[in-house]
């Protein structure tokens, strides 16, 4: 008998056909699970506050470009994005039930395509 590390055998579950995204059976605790109205609230507020700083970023960026300070930009450039694309990956996440691990391969790419055209001069 083979044993990974990490690996510990699943507890038994009536099986009703439900599978998460990553094809495991869905127990009743994850079922039942549905946020609260305040954790919405508190998520829409999280995520209002993370647009308006990325909108703060993206206009130093425009500041700092205009001004000829290219390192500035360039923080501000990947500071606008990370905290742009939060509510875009938190929406994905949401919707579609995806996991955290296919959520960072479908993020990482996507940040990286809105951010190259700025760096090369495209934008």
Known sequence: MRFRIGSRPAAPTEDDGRMTASGEPVSESQAARRASPGSVAARILLH???????????AAYE????????????????????????PVR?????????????????????????VAPPLAGLA
């Open 48 to 58: 209002g506050g993370f647009l308006l700083i990325a909108a703060g970023c993206l």
């Open 63 to 86: 500041h700092f470009k205009v001004a000829g300070q290219s390192g500035a930009s360039l923080g501000s450039l990947v500071a606008a994005a990370g905290f742009g694309f939060a």
């Open 90 to 114: 938190d929406l994905v996440r949401v919707v579609f039930g995806i996991e955290r691990k296919t959520l960072h391969l479908v993020h990482a790419p996507g940040g990286r395509a809105h």
